[in-house]
T-cell receptor, first 114, second 112 residues
Framework: EAAVTQSPRNKVAVTGGKVTLSCNQT?????MYWYRQDTGHGLRLIHY???????EKGDIPDGYKASRPSQENFSLILELATPSQTSVYFC?????????????FGPGTRLTVL | GEQVEQLPSILRVQEGSSASINCTYE??????FPWYKQEPGENPKLIID?????ERKQTQGLIVLLDKKAKRFSLHITDTQPGDSAMYFC???????????FGDGTQLVVKP
């Protein structure tokens, strides 16, 4: 039973369209994260959250919004998708009160913007 | 914040030999250094970590070394097997709010 799930797993969007990526965790972790992974860049942090109602900007927030309506759910929103946002997106959860900073990753969402 | 540099970007080794990946960090306040392994098409998974109160940690075929003075840490995989072929990420955590900073990854290829 996966503790961090993402939906959809694959998404094809058109330029200028709105895209919402969803993440759900059952770890009861306070913190959640959205990363994108591109060849040669590793994992880059887009947005993160310390708990329900909180969102913080990561290293590359431009073009993305985030929403944390509950402890379990964290969404990444691309209001106007562009081809440069074609990537693999990973959600993760972690709890600073637990094993230091260990983060648990979801299976990833492959997004293609045409 | 923090900046983590990871080298090499690609590492090819013969099966049965050892492999070493090196990382450096900038912030002397960093106190937690995890290593993640990512197999093709999969998500990153924690394989070993070390805290700033340690200099060495070993689990199964993995050894992690931490040199706080030099702000350097490394992963050593002994007796590599084809199943060790994957992308490896080092990371550093500087704050108690759980944010970690990743290196750009090392693609390890173990040749039979």
């Amino acid at each position: 039973e996966a503790a961090v799930t993402q939906s959809p797993r694959n998404k094809v969007a058109v330029t200028g369209g709105k895209v919402t990526l969803s993440c759900n965790q059952t770890n009861n972790h306070n913190n959640m994260y959205w990363y994108r992974q591109d060849t040669g860049h590793g994992l880059r942090l887009i947005h993160y959250s310390y708990g329900a109602g909180s969102t913080e900007k990561g290293d590359i927030p431009d073009g993305y919004k985030a929403s944390r309506p509950s402890q379990e759910n964290f969404s990444l929103i691309l209001e106007l998708a562009t081809p440069s946002q074609t990537s693999v997106y990973f959600c993760a959860s972690g709890d600073p009160g637990g094993n230091y900073a260990e983060q648990f990753f979801g299976p990833g969402t492959r997004l293609t913007v045409l | 914040g923090e900046q983590v540099e990871q080298l090499p970007s690609i590492l090819r080794v013969q099966e049965g030999s050892s492999a070493s990946i090196n990382c450096t960090y900038e912030n002397s306040a960093s106190n937690y250094f995890p290593w993640y392994k990512q197999e093709p098409g999969e998500n990153p998974k924690l394989i070993i970590d070390i805290r700033s109160n340690m200099e060495r940690k070993q689990t199964q075929g993995l050894i992690v070394l931490l040199d706080k003075k030099a702000k350097r840490f490394s992963l050593h995989i002994t007796d590599t097997q084809p199943g060790d072929s994957a992308m490896y990420f080092c990371a550093a955590s500087v704050d108690s709010n759980n944010r970690i900073f990743f290196g750009d990854g090392t693609q390890l290829v173990v040749k039979p």
